[in-house]
C-alpha cells in the first residue's frame, strides 16, 4: 500500500514539474523578442501579362483578419482588386494590370468589417519583365555561399546579409580555402551597406565559420553576430598532414553594427584545446 502511494506521489511530482515547466515555456514564449516588420507585400511578373502578389500573415493578427488589395496605374484612381475581402490566402494573382505601364500595389488588413490602414506598398515599372523572383545587384563577379536575412535599418522589410564566395560547406569534409571570406550586407532594394573581409583565419566549412543575424539588444535592428580572428598573422599550418588547417591563435565571437559593419563587441572563443579531442584530428 506504502509503496502505491509513494508511486502516486511521485506521479504527481512528475507532473507538477512538467506543469510548471510548460508554464514557464508560455510564459518565455509570450516574451519572446520579435522583429517589427511590415506586410512584406512583394510584386513580381510572374508570368506574361500576370503579376503574383503575396504579403505576410504576422503573428500580432486576430483571427478573422481579411484583406483588401489595391492597384493604381501611374496617375490613374486606385482600384479594389477582389469583389470581397480576402479571408484564406495571403496572395494573389493579377491578371488585369497594364503591363505597358508604372503600377503600385497596397494591401490593407479588414477587421470587423472595417479596412485599416495599408503598411507597405509595392511597385513594378513599365514593361517589366517575366521575373518570377527577387533579385538584387552583388558587388561583384561571385556566387553568394549564405544569405540571412533581417531587418538592418529599422524599416519593417527584410534586408540581406550574404558570405561570399561559394566554398565547401560540408560539415564532414575539410577542404583547404580557396580564398577569404567576406560577408556583406545589402538593403532590400538593393542597395550594398558594407562588406567583411575574415581573412585567413577563420576557414571554409560550416563548423568554422558561424554566423547568426538578430536583433540581440531589441532596438528594433539586427545586428551580426559571427566568428573572426585576427587578419595578421597566418596562423594556417605550414606543412604536413595538418598544411592549411588553423591550429592556434586567438578566435572571437564578434557583435557587428548590421547597418555600418563596425565592430560592436566581442568576447574570446571558447579554447580549441587538443584538436585530437574532438575526434578526426585530420578533418
Known sequence: MRGRIMAI????????????????CDTLAAQRQTEQLDRGLVAVVAQEGKVYLGWRLLNT???GISFNLYRQTEDAQPIKLNPEPLTRTTDFLDT????????????CPVLDGKE??????????AHAPVKPYIAI????????????IADLNGDGQY?????QPHQTSDPGVWQPSTDTWKVEAYLHDGTFLWRKDLGWNIEQGIWWSPMVVYDFDGDGKA???????PLEPDYREKEGELAGRVCSGPEYCTILDGMTGKE???VDWPARGKIQDWGDAKN
Open 9 to 24: 506521489r511521485n506521479t504527481v511530482f512528475v507532473f507538477g514539474i512538467i506543469a510548471v515547466i510548460a508554464g514557464m
Open 61 to 63: 493578427d486576430r483571427t
Open 96 to 107: 488585369t494590370a497594364p503591363m505597358d505601364k508604372a503600377n503600385r500595389w497596397w494591401v
Open 116 to 125: 485599416q490602414a495599408p503598411k507597405g506598398k509595392t511597385d513594378l515599372a
Open 137 to 148: 545587384p552583388l558587388q561583384g563577379k561571385y556566387i553568394c555561399n549564405k544569405v540571412a
Open 159 to 163: 534586408d540581406y546579409i550574404i558570405k
Open 223 to 229: 545586428e551580426v553576430a559571427l566568428k573572426t580572428a
Open 264 to 266: 560592436i563587441d566581442r
